[in-house]
C-alpha cells in the first residue's frame, strides 16, 4: 500500500489517479498509523514552503516522516515535498525543513539569465546524473512537467537528475530510501507513470 501524506497541501487527487494507474494500492491519509503501515509513502506539495512546513509541524507529521524513513521504508517527495526534504528553505524567509536530504531551497532566479520567465513552467528533459531506480525506464531526452520558482541547491551530493533552464537545475535528489523529484511525476505522460511505476517496486536501496 502506498500512503500518500495528506497535510492540507498538494493535489493529491491526479496523484493518486496515477498511482492507481501503475497497479498500485494508493491511500491519501493524515492518519499516522495508516502512514506507518505503508510499503511505500509520498509526501507531496504545492505553494509556499514556510506554510507547508508549518502544517507538517501541527499535525505532527513532520516527526512521522522522519520517524519512516529512519525505518527505511521507501519515501518520494513531489514538487514541493521534494524541497521539504531538505535542510532549509529562503523562500519569504528562512524556514527549517526534514533535513532528510543535504541541501537548501533557494530562488532560482539567482542562476538563471534574468530574461526567463518565473515561475518555470513547462516540459524540460531530465539529465539523469547517476543511476537510480526510479529512473530505470527513463531514456535519453525524455521529458518532464515543472512548475517551481525555487530549487534544491547545495545538494550536489544527492542529486541524481537536473534539467536545463538556462542553467542545470536540481530535477531530483536521493539518500538512501528517501527520494524526491522537483517535476510532477503525475502530470508527466507516460514518463513520470514510468516513474511512479519504478518507485512502487523500489525496495529503498540506492543504486
Known amino acids: 500500500m502506498i500512503a500518500i501524506i495528506d497535510y492540507g497541501v498538494g493535489n493529491l487527487f491526479s496523484l493518486s489517479h496515477s498511482l492507481t494507474a501503475v497497479g498500485a494500492e494508493a491511500v491519501v491519509t493524515g492518519d499516522a498509523e495508516v502512514i506507518r503501515r505503508a510499503d511505500h509513502v ?3 506539495g504545492v505553494g509556499a514552503f514556510g506554510d507547508a512546513a508549518a502544517k507538517l509541524r501541527e499535525t505532527k507529521l513532520d516527526a512521522l516522516a522522519r520517524d519512516i524513513a529512519a525505518r527505511g521504508t521507501p519515501m518520494m517527495g513531489i514538487c514541493l515535498g521534494m524541497q521539504l526534504l531538505l535542510e532549509k528553505s529562503f523562500e519569504f524567509g528562512e524556514h527549517a525543513g526534514l533535513g532528510l536530504i543535504p541541501g537548501e531551497v533557494r530562488p532560482i532566479a539567482e542562476v538563471i539569465p534574468p530574461d526567463l520567465k518565473i515561475p518555470h513552467i513547462g516540459w524540460n528533459a531530465l539529465d539523469v546524473a547517476r543511476p537510480h531506480p526510479i529512473f530505470q525506464s527513463v531514456q535519453p531526452g525524455d521529458c518532464v512537467y515543472f512548475v517551481h520558482s525555487y530549487y534544491g541547491a547545495k545538494c550536489e551530493g544527492s542529486v541524481i537528475a537536473t534539467a536545463e533552464y538556462g542553467a542545470p ?7 538512501g530510501n528517501v527520494c524526491g523529484c522537483q517535476f510532477h511525476p503525475e502530470k508527466s505522460g507516460d514518463v513520470g507513470l514510468g516513474i511512479l511505476r519504478a518507485f512502487v517496486d523500489w525496495n529503498g536501496e540506492d543504486a
Do not use: K, N, Q, Y
Request: aromatic share 0%; net charge positive; no cysteine.
Open 169 to 175: 537545475l536540481t530535477a531530483a535528489v536521493a539518500r
Open 42 to 44: 509520498v509526501l507531496p
